[in-house]
């Protein structure tokens, strides 16, 4: 904890999410305006004092809608980073312990990761139907076999330790050392890889709204605002500018953590001192 309250990047863009995270849940308490009531005499109005980030083609009120926009991909990104990474912990851990498991699930993890994820995603959220609950469903099993993989690679590391053998040895069963021994020894890259999931979700979620396949409207998401706005870019730029920024603060902000996350985990990722870098171009030994 020491070592992350140092970092400074951090603590601003945690900063960042957290606010982030306050106005999507208490943002439309700060505006009067319903987030779906049209009102055609203030179509397209640019911001001022009134509609902060102006109104869309509709006249629904935008800094509402954005805020809305912020709850559903922070939602749907949650939720995907949770089942996901439950579902790919428990994967990875079962393939990493019984030869028979890695070999069949480890196959279709590869068959998976053949596809490319927007398009899975498309498929699958194409099959099911266009809402919220399907798309997160979709974004889950696309993003499971990766948390899988990197957990799987980590408890054959741990698998292969003294205590684990001296464990067998005393006669401990295979859920016993598997829960309480291989489990706890990857939280750091199942953390590491949760927070990816997570702002890879959020994107993935834009995307498939911003191409028709995500949330259906008329409930707002950043990416069927982004796809509402872009049909008149030159005309009313708040309509785009307003949701791409909150896309691009949630993807640095959830990005910028993560790498903390990895860097204090992984400490020898991180680089040297300045000191020890300058005793090393003088060639002298650093005591």
């Not at 069949?104 to 194409?126: N, T, Y």
């Not at 330790?161 to 309480?180: D, H, M």
């Not at 706890?184 to 979620?205: C, K």
Request: glycine letters at 8%; hydrophobic letters at 55%.
């Amino acid at each position: 904890m020491k070592r992350l309250a140092g970092q400074q990047p951090l603590v601003i863009w945690s900063a960042v999410l957290v606010l982030l995270v306050i106005l999507s849940l208490s943002g439309s308490w700060l505006s009067p305006f319903d987030a779906y009531a049209i009102n055609p005499s203030e179509r397209l109005k640019a911001p001022d004092a009134v509609h902060w980030f102006g109104t869309d083609n509709f006249g629904r009120d935008l800094f509402v809608r954005v805020v809305m926009g912020v709850r559903v991909s922070l939602s749907v990104g949650a939720a995907v980073a949770l089942i996901a990474g439950i579902t790919g912990m428990i994967i990875g851990l079962l393939c990493a312990w019984y030869r028979l498991l890695d070999l069949l699930l480890m196959r279709v993890c590869d068959g998976l990761f053949a596809i490319p994820s927007l398009l899975l995603a498309i498929a699958i959220v194409g099959i099911l139907g266009p809402n919220i609950a399907n798309v997160v469903l979709a974004l889950s099993l696309v993003y499971v076999p990766s948390i899988a993989r990197v957990i799987r690679g980590a408890a054959l590391v741990i698998k292969e330790k003294n205590y684990v053998e001296a464990l067998r040895a005393q006669g401990a069963t295979s859920a016993r050392i598997i829960w309480l021994h291989l489990l706890p020894n990857v939280i750091s890259p199942f953390i590491v890889q949760v927070s990816w999931v997570f702002s890879v979700a959020i994107l993935t979620e834009a995307a498939l709204s911003f191409l028709g396949s995500g949330v259906p409207a008329p409930t707002p998401s950043l990416g069927n605002l982004l796809l509402e706005g872009k049909k008149v870019i030159f005309t009313a730029w708040w309509m785009t500018f307003f949701p791409g920024m909150a896309i691009v603060l949630l993807i640095l902000a959830l990005n910028i953590i993560g790498d903390a996350l990895r860097d204090s985990s992984q400490p020898g990722l991180k680089p040297l001192p300045r000191s020890i870098l300058r005793q090393l171009k003088k060639g002298t030994p650093s005591r």
